[in-house]
């Protein structure tokens, strides 16, 4: 009787002592939960009115929620008497641990989240970053796919283009097409330049503004070179590209205008 007796009292000692603390600790989860939640769904919204897009708004949603919780988790144990040192020296080592390990991964990771969120490009742009000229066709959190005018598959990380020169062609909705045409010096330039503007005109998929130019760019060894320069929508750049040399080449020659070719006059002396 005496040895229930003693139990009794001790289960009261602690009830005393650590009774408020429990309580108090199941109090702070309960609202540090509540204010969590809010927290997160706050987020959401933010992001979404900014147009983030919705990878990226589920991946930092769940991470932040994730991370409060954890230390909301390590203070309500510390409120109880619970010792967290320990526990958080071996999270800040194995957090280390780990960021060495995937320092590379973490750069992309951070790189696709200022891509994500900053958007130098967006699915459909025409961009030339790290070397490659491309349709952007993917943006992943950890890498960017282009489609190249060859029709291959780039794949890019985006530590590395966030950290590098990003040409956008597409963020103007046009892009100038630099061409040139040599004609011989006995040919006229007015003439020329008529043709080749009326090339221009007469294609489909040449911006009337900003307006074509045509101008003399140099004078060569064996021709008098005229720089053309079109503006197009960027996703018909080739198209333009290929047709006005084409379409030009054709025009100059019915109008009788000659392009010179490299050639050598061999005189010999009897």
Do not use: C
């Not at 199941?26 to 927290?39: E, P, T």
């Not at 989240?113 to 943006?139: N, R, S, T, W």
């Amino acid at each position: 009787m005496e040895n229930y007796q003693n139990l009794i009292d001790k289960a009261y000692e602690l009830i005393l002592v650590y009774g408020p603390k429990v309580v108090l600790a199941i109090l702070v989860l309960i609202i540090g939960l509540w204010i969590i939640n809010r927290f997160t769904r706050v987020l959401r919204k933010m992001m979404q009115g900014r147009n983030v897009t919705v990878s990226l708004i589920g991946f930092v949603t769940s991470l932040a929620n994730i991370g409060f919780k954890t230390l909301l988790l390590i203070s309500v144990a510390g409120m109880i008497g619970i010792q967290t040192t320990s526990f958080i020296a071996i999270l800040g080592a194995a957090g280390l641990a780990i960021g060495l390990a995937l320092q590379g991964t973490l750069a992309n990771f951070a790189g696709g989240v200022m891509i994500l969120a900053f958007k130098p490009y967006k699915v459909g742009d025409v961009i030339q970053a790290q070397g490659h000229l491309g349709v952007v066709k993917e943006i992943h959190i950890f890498v960017t796919v282009l489609l190249s005018p060859e029709s291959k598959t780039i794949i890019i990380p985006n530590g590395a283009i966030s950290n590098g020169d990003i040409t956008n062609f597409t963020t103007e909705g046009k892009i100038r097409v630099d061409l040139t045409f040599g004609i011989s010096y006995d040919s006229s330039i007015k003439e020329a330049k008529n043709v080749l503007m009326k090339v221009l005109k007469d294609h489909p998929k040449v911006l009337e503004e900003p307006a074509p130019f045509i101008g003399v760019s140099g004078l060569g060894d064996s021709s008098v070179n005229l720089a053309v320069r079109p503006y197009a929508v960027p996703t018909d750049y080739w198209a333009v590209y290929f047709d006005i040399y084409e379409n030009g080449k054709i025009a100059l020659d019915e109008a009788g205008i000659t392009i010179p070719f490299p050639q050598v006059d061999v005189h010999m002396d009897k």
